[in-house]
């Protein structure tokens, strides 16, 4: 076989004999990788267009208004939603979702896993609010003078890629599977401006259109 | 026991890791390490590392930041207090292990859980051990006692206290008490709480020794 040159074609590139994959990943992960997608597989030896299993729990933390567990290969990722009550008149209340996605300490690969969050956060609040999932008035208590605020908080606890796909996941089911409770009016007759606790009695789901799967 | 569920391997881009659900709090531990930190003077013996992070919907009364830290800080040093005598810190000269929880829910007692999970996740780990930390909690309500409390009982409280020990070796790693209670409630309620540690004990080794068993440790 021909020696290395500059420009050889890939089918005549010399075999690297005697040096182990996990070296090979390390020292050269663009070498390791093209080997693998030149026979159309990946590693881990799914064909280049097959996903990895998905696996969704919701509903599972007490504490939280509603939430969703999702493992996408090794990414595991937990969104929780929270909420408060947002009173006013001038400008009138409006609803909205806020999403953040956090990597806290707990998690592999937190330098990779963060620079990850860092995108995918701003990412999945785009495709949340222009998905038309949660539409204008799904969140007015009263319209125009109360509306929930919500918080979605989406922790990714061991990451293996695919944090979007994962975490845009956990976010849509917790807000599906969120359940708010009454809100509490005061003796004025006005709605009380607080955080929300979960309902002894279950709590109303929200009205949804459906979900985003793709980025914005 | 039906009171605790435990399972380790969890995160899988960590050396060890554990979850852990008792009393009504859920808990996640990831250890990380052996590190080396060229700053520190030379020690014959190692350190642990905790860090603990509570999620935002982990309470179910939402609390200001300032006591969410408080309680993340208080934690990470009773878990460290309750962990240290436990581990072979002297065959780890100049390296340190990070122990990393994170709380998705929080129940009638949370340290407890942070402990076990801790425990546990050291040992799927491999990190050289004494023994393996059991550790529970118990309430008293001046009549009663209960052993890992639930959120709903911890309410009723009127005194809490927490032992860690390591049962194999009948030896106590920690004791917490907070509230107001007689001299024989205490001592009645650490008795109790060893118990309870002991019978955690036997759940955590049962776990492991089933994941030896499939290869997995």
Redesign the interface.
Known sequence: EDGPEGGAPAQERPPLSGIAPDALLRLSPGEYFSRFLERGVRPDGRGVRDPRPVALTAGS?????G?STVRMG?T?V?A???ATTHVSADPPAAGAIEVRVEV??????RPAASGAADLVGPLVQRALDSSGMVPRGALDIVPGRAAWRL?V?A?C????GSLFDAALLAVTSAVRDARLPPARVGEDGEVVAE?A??DPAGGSPLELGPAPLAPP | MAAVHADVG?????VGSAVIELG?S?V???I?GPNVDSRQEFSGRGQLQC?V?Y????????CEPAAIAEAQAEVAADVLAALTPAVRLEDYPKTSW?I???V???GGAVLPAAINAASLALAHASVHMRGLVGASAVISTGDDMQVHPTEEAAGTALATVIVATMPALGQTCLVRSAGRASPVQVLDAVAAARKGCGDIHAHLRKVLLARAADGQL
Not at chain 1, 104 to 109: A, I, Q, R, T, Y
Not at chain 1, 157 to 160: E, M, T, V
Not at chain 2, 10 to 14: D, G, K, L, R, S
């Open positions: 933390i007490a504490t939280a208004l939430s090794n595991l937990v929780g939603v929270t806290p300490s707990v998690c592999g690969l918080r908080d922790y606890l061991d990451f293996d955080e606790r979960p | 969890v995160i899988t881009a960590a009504g859920r996640l531990c990831a990380y860090d992070q999620a935002t919907f982990a309470r179910r009364r939402h990070a990393n929880i994170f998705v829910q929080e």
